[in-house]
């Protein structure tokens, strides 16, 4: 029997997605972006000299770039080294990340990933983002349901 790949889309997991990607593009104001410029090369180049890059968006607002850096594992001393190089670092709350690896729809569960909004320097508006990522995770559903 053939199954048509779009309805992959309509599992919970998907469904969850969905929804998570919504409320933060809502919360942050952030806009996915297409463009793969110099600046953006090098903020990536930089990350990934100390944490995996995986699950890559890149996003921006008000001209200011962000990379959006989902990867698995622990990441907290590479949130430090990054951190020290003078890059604004964001440990997005789980229940407002986007992809969340490792579907789980049991109550308590945690996605093996972490989610690490990254930009060039901490600015004003990296630090609004912030405020307003840890404003919305008081109410926001939890990160596996629909």
């Known amino acids: 029997m053939k199954v048509n790949y779009e ?10 997605r969905a929804r998570r990607t919504t409320l933060f593009l809502e919360v942050t104001g952030l806009k996915p972006s297409k463009a793969q ?9 930089v ?3 100390h944490m995996p890059i995986d699950h890559l ?16 594992g622990d990441q907290s001393k590479a949130m ?13 709350p789980t229940n407002l990340s ?3 690896g490792r579907f789980n729809n049991q109550i308590g569960a945690l996605p093996w990933t972490t989610s690490f909004l990254i930009s060039a ?7 609004y983002i912030e405020q307003r990522l ?8 939890a990160w596996n349901t629909q």
């Open 121 to 127: 320097k901490p600015t004003i508006t990296s630090w």
């Open 47 to 49: 990350v990934r000299k």
């Open 80 to 92: 430090q080294a990054l951190i020290a190089e003078g890059l604004s670092v964001i440990k997005v």
């Open 7 to 16: 309805f992959k889309y309509l599992t919970p997991e998907w469904i969850c």
């Open 134 to 141: 840890n404003l919305a995770n008081m109410s926001a559903p």
């Open 37 to 45: 410029t110099k600046a953006t090369e090098k903020l990536i180049e």
């Open 57 to 72: 968006t890149v996003l921006k607002l008000k001209g200011e770039l962000f990379i959006l850096n989902e990867p698995y």
């Open 98 to 100: 986007i992809y969340c």
